[in-house]
Each structure stands twice: as structure tokens, then as C-alpha cells.
């Protein structure tokens, strides 16, 4: 093996090929293995982690001591912070992942052809998984124990501000693999925060990786967009709008929009942009302005929205279609729905969208005519989840259009092939 | 718009763009019109092969004129040929990809939330296609068609030995368009055959191409798997293997294997490797090297087959794997079925394998451990193809892992969306 750009180090190209052979050879036997042994593994790693409690503190220390130097935003430190509670709560969640149904081996479907040969399409894994996230450690144990139920094999590349804390959640999950005699390439960690690893994981092992997931900032997405030389399963930021249409009932608009941008303001499903119709019914843009504020949220609305409450700020250009990911939201006046959808089309980023109405007709039009991976009627954009969706965790919300849209778990981390049998079948000329 | 390499010629580089956009415009109406246009337009287009005949087979002729010139292999010249029969084959195609059910808003799934959240997953076109490929001009017609018919738009790169056929079987397509009164940008072709174009496809049109899909030879999927920025649905070589288990009935090995070979060589689910156990009873792998044999095929055998019959030429390395669509196959005496399945892990492509056996557990074994897109048991491996599966037509037989795999027809060649209905619900913290 020599690295094949003169500009990689060869011991890390070296190391990480050796990473990649062990992990398809952990993929193979993934792929045969009883859903018993998966789950038990499941178990006995968050059991792990109860167990080395101290030592992934310890290690997060580190972490926030280095983070605290580097000056860090308070909003990144909370991020990275873990307790007891925070590690209990990663445990139990990869515990509830041990629980759920193994997707492997299920019939998606079948039927039978007019020549007798009967047709199975079965799911299987992927095969190798690699995934490349940033600062939160739980990522570690979350994004780990979906592959592995998934019977993929995985490749974690975490953020360096989460180093130490992503090892020590690392150990735990390899702790899991041996005590069920499973494979350690299975859950496998880059042990080097060389920033070329990354390089090396797009570039140069399309014959070790079968998806790239990154989870991250825009920076992340578009240099692995960029680079990567094997499939990627995209996670865009989610610029997220919540309409209320003219219909809306103005109660229960209150209570979504105030939900869907406060309840949390960090995450990926939290509504960025609210379109107001202006034939709303008296008083309602005022109410919606008034519940924001009150709760903390910054408006920055257009020349209709000041008119209505004079402490909303002017909005300007770069505030529609801006992931804010804080407690401030775009507000914008719009004509009707046609003026709505073209907004989000033209503003959005084809994650997830609400429309609060009575008017059936005009949420059937929404929710049909957009195209969004998540589409809403008279519901927050909060529940972008796939915990909320049932399908328990997720490892974040895709919005390409390629194998998986939405939430994906552990059955989106799966492919399928078709199984033929029949009883001695030739095809005709 | 300006070219951001420097070596792209700037009107080749705005020709593209406005492809694109073009499609990414048209894909937006695509998505929303109803099944009876796109169905209308199909049936126009195959009436307008059958009414443009002359057209077509003028512009083959030249084709072919310039084939000869070039010296192309007969079996390529064959491909490129097209003679009144095979043009109303083509069309009569297009007609039957009319008569599928529409797949584009059907409901995948759905199921309600404790919290009264009433979750579709819709199935939605994937968007803008790219399809590259070579030599057969029918492709231009079904993957078209099937593009259309699943609501995407498309943008055909077809090779420039069927530039002339391409040209006047698009022109079909398009007047098929405008008779159903369809934006034409949705079934386009690249003009031109500067080879920059197809890397301009590849590398620069991220924004307007939703996945592209080569169909070829080693070379073009190479070439794209390296350079596309964009999502590609593989289709590799098919390296497909026949497994003749030592449980094998006699006549039903012979039948099979023979088919599985000759039917057609020239097609990727062709067999291409003979696998038979060692323990086969007394004169199996005689009758089945005779049985080649006679049917014009030549044996590439190791040194049992070798003894078994004095035709059987030796095989050397470069047999194994190697994908001949010709009228030659690899044989190998195998030990047991835990050596026929490391063959075919080693040497295989993933496409398509068969086992010949009467013991059904070494049959499950096969079907279960083995990974390829397509396993069959007692059937010949001619069956890899979408309209063999109940698909219909086929765009090919895909041999990635993500999104779709094996036969890639009109359902394959959508995404999906989550429509959730609720009630104002909101999420608790």
C-alpha cells in the first residue's frame, strides 16, 4: 500500500486503509450475524458506559478545559459539556436502540412471475458506514449503535473539540462488540485528529466505504460534497418555515409558532422563517409578534411586520433563508400561498415546512405541491425527528433525494437485493 | 454565468447551464402534472417514431456509414443498427412504460403517532437524471420514457456513434412532449459531442442534477464514479457465476447453464463464470462442458475441467472475474459450496448468481450469505432484467448499494417526502 498523493503522510494513509480493511471485514460478518448478538452488544455497551462513568467525565473535562482556551462560544460549550445525566440519557438510548426490531433480513416484498419463479426483496446492510460529525459527543454512541443494529460497520470521525470524550464513548461501545464476540472493526474510531484523515476517508477508500454521512456546519457539508469519492447521504442545514395561512386558527398558530421556533432554537427542525398571510384575520400577526417576544425571540420582519409591533427589527436581504439556529426568526407579510411557496422554494433548503390553516384545500396544496422532505399541516416543524416520527433514533435528517429523505434510522442505513427462486426456469430467447 | 475552469469553452459551458435549468424548471411542473399527460405523451412519442421512420432510419444509416468508417467491431455495428422492426420494437417499448401505474404520489407507508400525528411517506419524482451512455440508440427512447413517466426530467448524453439515431429518437420524444403539452426541457439531449460536455455534466451542474446514471463500459463509469460531484446510481460490469451444486439435478443444471451462457452473450446478466463441485455425480461436469460446447461456446477451464474434456481450453488468472460477453465462459472445479462462494465474493461484480441444487439448505445458504444484487436458485441468470422481474422496462441494473439496487425501473428512479397532518400539536420539551 503507498498513499497515492505525495502530500499524504504514508503512516496515516497506512493506518487508515488498515482501518477501512478491518471494517469491511467486520461488514461481512455484520451482515450474517443474529439479531441476539447485535442487541446484546447493545446492552452491554451502554452498561459500559455506566461503568466507565468517571473515566468519560474525566475525559470531557479535558475537552471543555480545552474548549474553554480556545474560547469556544458558550452555545458550542453546552453542546460539548456531558454529566451523569447527560451519559445516562446516551446510555439509555442506546439501549432503546437495542430494542428495536433488526431491520435485517426483512421482506420488503415479493410476488411471484407468471413463470413460477418467486421474487423476494430482502434488506441488508449497507456495508460500511462513515460518518464525520462535530462537537457532540453523544454522536459517538448514537450514530455507533444505529450502524451496528443496522449491521453495518462504521467508521466514526468526530470533531477535535470532543476528542477525548468521543474515545471514552468509543471504548465503551468496543467494550459492548467483544463482550457479544462481535467484531471491534465493527465500531471503529480515526484515533487522530489529523485533519488529512478526513481527506483520506472522501478521497481514498471507495473500496472500504459504502456511504459517507456528514453531520455538521455548512463548512463540513460542502467540503465533503466536494471532495468525496463515494456516496454521500447529505445533511443540509435546515432553514425551516412555519406559514400561517389566512384560515389559521389563531390559537392554535400561537401555540405552534411559538413551539416551533422556541422550544429549541439549536436544532436542525427549528423554524427559521414565518410567512404571515395579510388577509389574516385582525390582530393575528400582533399576537404571533407579541408571543415571540415574550418568549425571548428576536423579529426581524419586513415593512409590514414593523408596522405591526414596533419592536420588531428591520429584516434585510440575508435574513430570508438564514439558519439562525438562536432565538431570533425571520417574519415576512406574504400575499397568499402562491407568495408563500414561492418564498420556500425560492429560500429554503428542502428540509421541513409547516402550514397552520383550516382551509383543507389550502393545506392539501401546501403539503403537495412543496417539496420538502418534511411537510406539516397544523403541526411544529420540531417534530423533524426521527424519535418523533417512531422510527426511535435517528442520525439526522437527510435532504438530498438519493436513498434516504428525512429521519434516518436504522432502516435507512440499509440497502436490499432480491432474492429468485425458482425450479430449473430458462429465460426465453 | 461565467466558466469556473478556465479550460471550459464559455459557450459550451452556457449551453450546458441553460440545459440544466431548463430541466430543473420543467422537473418543477414534471412533478406536479397529472398521471393521464405524461402517460398521452409517451403514446404520442412512440406515434411519432412509426410517423418519423424514414427520419430515423436516414440518420442510423449515417451512424452506421461513419461506424464503418471507423472500423467498429461487428457486435458493436450490430448494437448501433436499426432497421423498421427494431424501431417499432422501440416505440411499441415506449408505449408499454405508458401502461405502467404511475409511481409519482403513491403512499409507501403510514401510520399515526400517540400524539394524533397522521405520518405519509409519498413517493415523489427524484428530479433532474443525467444519464450517459453508449452505442444502443434505444436507450435514448426508454430512458426517456421511463424518466417521464416517473416525473423526472431528463438530460441524455448518448455516445457519438449513435449521435445521428439519438438525435432523430430524441426529436420523437420531444414532439410527444408538445403534443401532451409537456415543457420540452423535460426530456433533453446534449447537442453536441465535445467530450468537455460530459464533464461539465459531471463536475459543474450540481445545482441542476439531481443524480446521474452511466450505462457503459468500464471506462465511462470509471471516469464518472471519479469526476461526478453529483450523487451516481452505478452500474457496474456483471461478472455473473453459476454455482452447480453437488445436490444439482442433472437436467435441470444442463438446461439452466447452457441458457444462463448462450441466450445472449452480449447482455451484463449473462453467465461468465462456471462454478461445479468437485462431488457432482459421474458425468455432470462432462455433459455440461459438452452441452457449451455444442452450442458454440468456448470452455476456459482449470485443470479438472481440463480432464474432463480435451476441448476445454485453459483458463489462466485473468479468466476469473473476467466479464467476456462473448461466447466463452471461465469453469472451475470447486471443493464444496464454502469455496464457490469465496470465488464469487472474490471475483464477482455484486450483479447477479445462481445456484443449481436440489439440497434446499445449501440453496438458503447461498441465497442468505452471498451479497450480490440478484441471487436466484434453479433459474438462469438471464432473469437479471427489469422487465423479467415485472418491472417493465429497465434503465439497468444497478450494482451500488445506495438508493436502488438490481433491476432500476420507474419506481426506482423516485424519492419520497413525509406528509404529516396533524391538529396543533406542538413538541413537549
Redo the contacts between chains.
Sequence with gaps: MIAKERDIAPDLYRQMMNIGAAARDAARKL??VDAESKTQALRAAANAMRRNMADILHANARDMEAGRRKQLTAALLDRLALDEQRVEATARGVESIADFDDPVGGVIAE?E?PNG?R?QRVR?P??VIGIIYESRPNVTADAGALCLKSGNAVILRGGTEAAHSNAAIHACLVEGLEEAGLPSGAVQRVPTQDREAVGILLREM?EYL??IVPRGGKGLIARV??DA?V???GHLEGICHTYVHESA?Q??AR??VV??KM?RTGICGATETLLVDRSAPAGTLAALVDDLIAAGCEVRGDAAAQRSDPRVNAATDSDWGKEYLDAIIALRVVDDIDEAMTHI?RHGSGHTEAIIAEDAAA?ERF???L??????????T??A?GG???MGAEIGIAT????A??PVGAEQLT?????????????P?
Tied chains: 1, 2.
Excluded at 371 to 380: F, G, R, T
Excluded at 400 to 403: K, P, S
Excluded at 415 to 427: H, L
Design positions: 451482515a450474517r410476488w412471475r419463479l421474487i441488508v449497507l456495508g471507495g459504502d456511504v460534497q466536494q469519492r456516496p454521500v447521504m386558527d390559537e392554535k401555540q405552534v413551539n416551533a422550544r422554494r393545506a403539503l403537495n405541491e417539496d420538502s422532505s418534511i411537510l406539516l399541516h397544523n403541526a411544529s420540531q417534530f425527528d418523533e416520527f417512531g438530498g433525494r438519493i436513498h429523505r428525512g440497502s436490499y437485493k432480491y432474492v429468485v427462486r425458482g425450479d430449473g426456469q430458462t429465460r430467447r
